[in-house]
């Protein structure tokens, strides 16, 4: 178990790929801090469930990813908790599809502060402690449209293409210090965030719901299957192992063949 008796701090787990991601570091042993938001009975239950399966402690940070102070403390209440923080998933993230000149000013402020920003804040606070243990993890889930854009979807764009550049920016800062960090980049997984934008989608572009999954969802991936949870889940695990240690600055694709288009 790579990742016992190291603490994962994945912030967006609350629901689909964060909280595949918890659950397989957690499996391999990790203390999990779960964050974002949701029904708190829910994410109370999900805590728990971690704990009594795999017998790992688990928290929870209700810490607001447009917020540098909440993201802080997240981080810092991590370290105090359990010692450490070996292992920083960013990946809480929202989407917003509109035509750019309809585009409303507050969805590109959050979409670029939950996105973007909220990786910097993190990154920056847990950075210390990974330098000085000489050890560390930091994964940020990207995207495809961190390497190829789509029409509609100008922040989110922005956003992670930003996200891939910081990615390659603290790699090459921490090289020599035992870090690596690396982006995953999904293609269409089947989570909540997926299905919220098929209305939006089919208002701008005028379509159905089944055109929207097949000929614009699906369209963008050879394979025609979504990415699984799961898959996403598993390569964020290998990132973490002493085999990936020479990975760094990369942004790897689990796309279906989308970017090799
Ligand atoms: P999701 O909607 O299932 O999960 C998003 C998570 O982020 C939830 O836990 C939510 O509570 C949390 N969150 C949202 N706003 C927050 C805030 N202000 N503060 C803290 N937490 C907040 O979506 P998902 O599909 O699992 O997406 C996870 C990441 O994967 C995102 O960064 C997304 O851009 C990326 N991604 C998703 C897909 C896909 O097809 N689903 C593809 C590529 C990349």
Known sequence: MSLANKTAVVTGSTSGIGLAI???FARDGANVVINGFGDAAAIEAERAGIEAEFGVKAAYSAADMTK???IAVMIAEAEARF????VLVNNAGIQFVAPIEEFPVDKWNAILAINLSAAFHAIRAAVPGM?????G?????????????SPYKAAYVTAKHGLAGLTKTVAL???TFGVTANCISPGYVWTPLV???????MQARGLTR????????????PTKQFVTVEQVAALALFLCGDAAAQITGANLSVDGGWTAE
């Open 131 to 135: 330098k000085a243990r000489k050890w």
């Open 83 to 86: 010692g450490s923080v070996d």
């Open 210 to 221: 089944e055109q929207v999954i097949h000929d614009v969802l699906l369209q963008a991936q």
């Open 137 to 149: 993890r930091i994964i940020n889930t990207a995207s495809a449209h961190s390497l190829v854009a």
């Open 173 to 175: 800062e921490l090289a």
């Open 68 to 70: 540098p102070d909440e």
């Open 195 to 201: 299905e919220k934008q098929i209305p939006e989608t």
């Open 22 to 24: 918890a659950r397989t």
